[in-house]
C-alpha cells in the first residue's frame, strides 16, 4: 500500500485523474478526514472539499508507474 497527497483543482483534472485511476487493476481510495471514497468514481470525488489536500492510497505495492502518472496532481501535506 503506498499514499501520497493530490489536490484536483477543477473539472478537467478530476477527469483526467479519473481517466488514470480506472486503467488500474488494484483498488485506490482518497480519504479526507473521515470520507472515503473511491478514486475511480467521479461522483464521489465531488463529495470530497477539492480546496484541501487529499490523501490517495493505491492498495498495491508496485503503484510507482501510476505515481508518475499523477505526479501533477501530487503535494506535499
Known sequence: MQSVYITLKN???????????V???YEVDLEQGRYVVDAKSIMGIFALDLLSPIKLVAHSDHAEDFLEKIAQFRVQP
Not at 473539472?11 to 485511476?21: A, N, P, Y
Open 23 to 25: 486503467m488500474l487493476d
Open 11 to 21: 473539472i478537467q483534472q478530476v477527469r483526467d485523474f479519473v481517466k488514470e485511476v
